[in-house]
């Protein structure tokens, strides 16, 4: 795991579409996965003007998204495919066909996982893939006890998910329960992943993802086995990691190595 450990969520935000712009710059017919929740909007955001300035086209890319609320059609302003519209898609050059977030209104929903599953594999695989962390530890919704090989499937939310997306959604409006999400076996088939996670309220997940065990009880700690995942958290998110200055001690040097190459 690259650990980066950024001063506040504007330079977090930075450094990830940093990484998603010279992933397009590199590979213009990139596949990247997509996350919602509030951590990425800043970085699509970032996004979005690098796109309005001509810096980065998104014209040959595609987009997986990881997650949707089963019960829920596009259109529905609480559905992922709204926030993605809301928030990316409809304000950059993409073509939307080529935008993938799993059907919330399938009539069939296991089928409609297999599916995508399916789009992933005909589309090359997904060379990028945002993340962001629940408090619990999970990425996407695959939740505790998640299986670490799993692929995408329906899943049920923890409480405490629910609890903490409720924010979105109005009072007596119908909230699912259940969610279409790409698997924990999906996520690190990506050839790099990139984690964002901003504020106090993550650094015990931080913590767990990164120090605790490999366990289904925290999701996030599957990333430890992936050849290429890149951590971007602000200090409040990395508060409660124990080897805090090993991993800023890391960096430094990792920034050293990459200075001395660029001159070769
Ligand atoms: N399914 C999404 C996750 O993909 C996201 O990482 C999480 C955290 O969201 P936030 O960034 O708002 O804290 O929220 C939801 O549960």
Known sequence: MQIVILNDAAAVAAYGANIFSTQLQKKPTSVLGLATGSTP?????????????????????TTFNLDEYLGLTGDHPQSYRYF???????????????TFVPSGDALNPITACKEYENKIVAAGGVDVQLLGIGRN?????????????????????????VDDNARFFAEGEYQPHLS????IGTIL????VVLLATGENK?????????GPLMAKCPASALQLHKDAVIV?????????EDLEFYQHIEAENQ?????????
Do not use: W
């Open 137 to 161: 530890g999970h990425i996407g919704f695959n939740e505790p006890s998640s299986g670490l090989c799993s692929r995408t499937r329906v899943k049920t939310l923890t409480k405490a998910t």
């Open 41 to 61: 909007v800043a970085l699509y955001q970032e996004l979005i003007t690098k796109n309005k300035a001509g810096e980065i086209s998104f014209s040959q890319a």
């Open 180 to 183: 279409i999400t790409m698997g």
């Open 84 to 98: 993605m519209n809301e928030q990316l898609f409809s304000h950059i050059d993409i073509n939307k066909d080529n």
């Open 189 to 192: 088939e990506a050839k790099k």
């Open 233 to 241: 958290i602000d200090k409040a998110a990395a508060s409660k990691l």
């Open 203 to 211: 650094a015990h997940a931080v913590h767990a993802m990164i120090e």
């Open 256 to 264: 050293k190595l990459q200075t001395r190459l660029s001159s070769l």
